[in-house]
């Protein structure tokens, strides 16, 4: 019995020594000085997209939410276009 205790506890310290090696491995993986956490504007609209956005609703794509104009009609499906992306 003392055996099988041993191996348990063994194996209890293997996982908590995992764990703490995990955590700080994930802490030092944070960028805090992203630039994307200091872009906070956007780029001044044109007279014309003005009148465009006066009234909007909002459209989810995937996890990304997006202000279209109310005017906008959104076709949901597979589309082809007619372009070579190079990558």
Do not use: Q
């Not at 955590?23 to 030092?28: A, F, I």
């Amino acid at each position: 019995m003392l055996k099988g205790m041993s191996v348990s506890i063994r194996a209890i310290k293997k996982g908590m020594y995992a764990l703490f090696a995990a955590v700080l491995l994930m802490s030092g993986a944070c960028d805090r000085t992203a630039k994307e956490e200091g872009v906070t504007t956007m780029a001044e609209l044109t007279p014309r997209s003005k009148a465009l956005f006066e009234k909007t609703k909002i459209i989810c794509f995937g996890r990304f939410l997006i202000d279209v104009p109310e005017s906008t009609e959104v076709l949901w499906g597979g589309s082809m276009l007619p372009l070579d992306v190079n990558i």
